[in-house]
């Protein structure tokens, strides 16, 4: 049924970059928008990237606007997160998932934690 497997997270210092991939099986990615979230702890999981299945668009969570770039290679079927200047505030389990989400499929994440 395919599935998305989310890597790239680690720990980082304030204010370093980092790009997380998203892989996923061609009939759950392909022609489809995609989208990367992220669940910080006690909070909700919350949108944070998305893109349109060609690539032609690109919307962000207004808090990431000009840090995070979303990015797709439909040929591989992969997607990506180039984080910037990272924050304290950044640190949550990432995951990708179609938008709106498959609500089965959610994958294991990728941890993103920012500290000094």
């Known amino acids: 049924q395919g599935q998305f497997v989310e890597s790239g997270g680690g720990l980082m210092q304030p204010v370093a970059s980092l790009r997380l991939s998203c892989a996923a099986s061609?009939?759950?990615?392909?022609?489809?928008?995609m989208a990367w979230y992220r669940r910080a702890p006690g909070k909700e999981r919350e949108f944070v990237a998305g893109?349109?299945?060609?690539?032609?668009?690109?919307t962000y969570i207004d808090s990431e606007k000009g840090r995070f770039i979303i990015s797709r290679d439909n040929a591989k079927n992969m997607m990506y997160l180039q984080m910037s200047s990272l924050r304290p505030e950044d640190a949550a389990v990432y995951y990708c998932?179609?938008?709106?989400?498959?609500?089965?499929?959610w994958g294991q994440g990728t941890q993103v934690t920012v500290s000094s």
């Open positions: 998932n179609q938008k709106p989400p498959l609500r089965n499929r």
């Open positions: 061609g009939r759950i990615f392909r022609g489809v928008t």
């Open positions: 893109i349109l299945w060609n690539g032609d668009s690109t």
